[in-house]
């Protein structure tokens, strides 16, 4: 069976399980911190719709130019594993600002501290992973990608759980310092990793991906979809109901349907084409957004939990690998480039909501809009590409 052979390879490969350990903690730590960012701004700091997404969206433009700038340039970098880690020191001090913010500006300098470096941090784990299974076992390179990208979605939920306990136990303090440590962990972990350099060897060009600016725009919708609902569904779903340590168990009922998928969904891209599968994903994802947008009730948010965590997988396993590999001779750019698309879409996300007055279902309007024109722009490249290789086989 090729997954089981498959992974009892990337088990055997040295170096691999301190990728995933590093991937996997830092996970753990970003999502103990993730459902209740929003709602701590909000009720613990009493800042306004527009101020909270000002926040996130300064931030977050202050880490596009970093990750991008550094994109450009980690490729004639051989030794990547120190940009990580001054990141990750970087942003736990941007952390411990955070947390003692009493108002709008303390915040803002916080998490701009804090958010600004941590795209170097993704960007640069996955260019050394690609380095890394190139040089071992380029045979299972991309969906060991995969793999990775699923240990982050684990130790992302792991940290769900633990962040809607210790909020809990210990309320918003002991959630910003449980970020923190997943900081600290990660910096731990990647100190005993033995980096493989970058060599200068061409890329095996079939491995490639065609550049496609229209692809690249329809990705980023469908990420400034997903942006929108990583903002405002803690919001709209506190609105609602009430209950914010609800909404960690509601993204944490993802984690094993998303490991599942995840290496599910790398054999279909194989099989059918990363093109196709991320139709797929879209799909999963208008129908997600329409339950939102409808203001079902609880239980209905909890079932269509799984159906999201397939449009989840496709959108950042899946697609990371296809931008990954239209840059297939610079991994450091093309992880990179996947970043600032990733968070440009952010930047974009947090706004658009900020347009509908409150904050209610009728925000998914947006996201519902977002996937269906990504859709089309996805469906008319597959055509047109069909197209070609037909008039081509008809000219043999």
Not at 222 to 246: K, S, W
Not at 250 to 260: D, M, P, R, T
């Amino acid at each position: 069976m090729q997954l089981k052979s498959d992974f009892n390879l990337f088990l055997r490969i040295k170096g691999a399980g301190y990728l995933l350990l590093a991937i996997l903690i830092y996970g753990i730590g970003t999502g103990i911190l993730a459902p209740m960012n929003a709602v701590y701004l909000k009720d613990h700091l009493g800042l306004s719709k527009g101020e909270i997404a000002s926040i996130f969206s300064i931030s977050l433009l202050l880490n596009m130019i970093i990750t991008l700038s550094v994109g450009i340039v980690s490729d004639r970098i051989k030794e990547k594993k120190p940009i990580p880690m001054i990141a990750a020191v970087i942003c736990a001090s941007g952390l411990i600002i955070y947390m003692h913010a009493d108002n709008y500006i303390e915040a803002l300098t916080g998490m701009s501290i804090a958010v600004g470096p941590s795209g170097l941090i993704m960007g640069q784990l996955f260019a050394m992973a690609r380095n890394h299974f190139k040089k071992h076992a380029e045979s299972i390179m991309e969906i060991a990608m995969l793999w990775l990208r699923a240990g982050y979605s684990v130790g992302f939920f792991m940290g769900l759980l633990f962040g809607a306990n210790l909020y809990l136990i210990t309320g918003f303090q002991g959630v910003l310092w449980g970020n923190a440590a997943g900081f600290a962990g990660l910096f731990l972990l990647l100190l005993f990793y033995s980096e493989v350099k970058g060599t200068n060897e061409n890329a095996d060009i079939k491995a490639g991906e065609p550049f496609s600016l229209a692809m690249l725009i329809a990705l980023l919708m469908l990420l400034c979809a997903d942006a929108i609902r990583g903002l405002y569904l803690p919001l709209v779903f506190n609105e609602r109901f009430g209950r914010p340590d609800l909404m960690s168990y509601l993204w944490s009922g993802q984690a094993v349907f998303e490991l599942l998928f995840m290496t599910l969904t790398g054999y279909w891209a194989a099989k059918f084409g990363s093109k196709s599968i991320m139709v797929l994903g879209g799909v999963c994802a208008l129908v997600t957004y329409t339950v939102y947008a409808l203001a079902s009730p609880l239980a209905l948010f909890f079932t269509v939990q799984p159906v999201y965590s397939l449009s989840i997988s496709i959108l950042y396993g899946v697609a990371m690998g296809y931008v990954q590999r239209m840059f297939i001779n610079h991994t450091g750019f093309g992880a990179s480039l996947y970043l600032f698309i990733s968070q440009a879409a952010s930047l974009i996300g947090y706004l658009l909501p900020v347009l509908i007055q409150g904050i209610s279902p009728t925000i998914f309007i947006i996201p519902i809009t977002l996937v269906m024109v990504a859709l089309v722009i996805i469906m008319n490249v597959l055509y047109k590409e069909k197209r070609i290789l037909k008039s081509g086989s008809l000219g043999r």
